[in-house]
């Protein structure tokens, strides 16, 4: 008996499917741009040559007396191929060569101002390449992201050489002055991150300081990688600040860290310091069992966001009371931080929101992290601390001024929380 049967038609396979995608979108504006591009970038460097032998091609230079010739200042040899990628895509082009006259009667290559040596991208396209980077996505990822534009010309390496050139823009942030910077106010923290050392995954704390302006806009002042948040390592941070012309603040507002303390005690000591409120709340919850976490929580947010100095005490008084005899730790944590925990009540009430933590930083700390998730483990701990004013510094995080700003130039009270009530 014959048997009759039929095959299933084979689908094609993902890898063919995704190839055939884009294969017949043929924009006839996108080619004739690039057309013109090439003609364009060929036509502004001709321009330039023009300009430094003083004649157009084929031209004779112009007299400088009615029968005297003026002198050739050099002469043109043939032309380079030369690959450049922009935004506009790869192009080929043609850069005309000449060799220009010296002084002592010899010759030296002409080189372009407008496209130097060995340049295969423009800027543009290098910031596009980095911006796509900081966008939170890995070189592998850059690389496919933008290969239909670049005509898969962007590998890995690029990617990598053009971070590399990030680098001189972060020397020069480091190193420059801060002696004409307003600053009236910082806002100090820091951060822990996963970076690679001696082939090893390693935990480094990104030490961070923000300054703020007398007319209320943030601004990042340093960003340094070190071991942890100890006294010397904040030392080093801030006496780079000083050195480096930054005046002497205001108000403080820092984490609680015990290192970030003695650094401030040790250089500005009778500056006015606010405890952020978010860290000593995280402490509280520490120190007891899960069950209490909603009723203390209540308890200290009536506490910190009462409406005045005196029902703020007044609610001080009671949560210590109430917590002495329920669990005594919470009352001990909450007495650890003294008087520093209310400083922002001796501001203006406008100010609270923006002096009573150090949310700022801890935006830009989530940020960060939000950006590198993806590549787990940085390359290096320079990379790391110029990855995060990068970020800033691009535009890709942008900082807007603190609440209560207009009222910035008002000085603060010398009266204590206890002397309010």
Request: aromatic residues 6%.
């Amino acid at each position: 008996m014959r048997r009759n049967s039929t095959k299933p038609v084979e689908s094609h396979s993902g890898a063919e499917t995704s190839a055939q995608l884009f294969h017949d979108w043929f924009d006839p504006i996108e080619s004739g741009v690039r057309d013109r591009v090439r003609n364009f970038i060929e036509s502004m460097i001709e321009a330039e040559l023009e300009e430094a032998l003083s004649r157009p091609r084929y031209g004779r230079p112009a007299k400088v007396e009615e029968d005297r010739p003026a002198s050739l200042n050099g002469h043109r040899h043939g032309h380079r191929s030369r690959s450049l990628m922009g935004t506009f895509g790869p192009v080929k082009i043609e850069v005309p060569r000449a060799r220009l006259n010296t002084p002592d009667g010899k010759t030296t290559e002409w080189k372009s101002k407008m496209l130097p040596a060995y340049q295969r991208r423009t800027r543009a396209a290098d910031a596009l390449i980095a911006g796509a980077y900081l966008s939170g996505t890995n070189t592998r990822r850059v690389r496919r992201a933008l290969a239909a534009l670049f005509g898969g010309a962007v590998g890995k390496d690029t990617v990598s050489r053009v971070w590399r050139k990030v680098q001189s823009d972060w020397e020069a942030w480091n190193a420059r002055s801060l002696a004409d910077e307003p600053i009236v106010r910082l806002i100090l923290d820091g951060t822990v991150v996963r970076v690679r050392l001696d082939k090893k995954a390693t935990s480094i704390s990104l030490l961070v300081v923000l300054g703020i302006r007398e007319d209320g806009q943030k601004v990042l002042l340093a960003v340094k990688n070190m071991g942890g948040e100890t006294k010397e390592a904040w030392r080093t941070v801030l006496d780079d600040l000083v050195k480096r012309g930054l005046r002497k603040p205001e108000f403080l507002i820092v984490d609680g860290g015990s290192g970030l303390d003695a650094a401030l005690a040790a250089i500005w000591g009778d500056v006015p310091t606010q405890r952020c409120t978010v860290h000593k709340h995280r402490n509280l919850l520490a120190h007891t069992p899960e069950r209490l976490h909603d009723e203390i929580t209540a308890d200290y947010t009536d506490m910190i966001y009462a409406d005045t100095p005196q029902e703020i005490h007044k609610r001080r008084n009671a949560f210590l009371r109430k917590w002495r005899l329920r669990h005594s730790a919470v009352a001990d944590s909450l007495e650890e931080a003294g008087d520093r925990l209310f400083t922002f009540t001796r501001l203006p009430p406008s100010q609270w929101k923006s002096a009573r933590t150090t949310n700022a930083i801890e935006r830009l700390h989530e940020e960060f992290k939000r950006r590198i998730k993806t590549q787990t483990v940085l390359p290096s701990s320079d990379t790391a601390a110029m990855l995060f004013w990068a970020l800033l510094a691009s535009g890709q995080i942008v900082m807007r001024k603190v609440d209560g700003w207009q009222t910035l130039s008002t000085k603060l009270s010398d009266q204590l929380l206890d002397a309010a009530a």
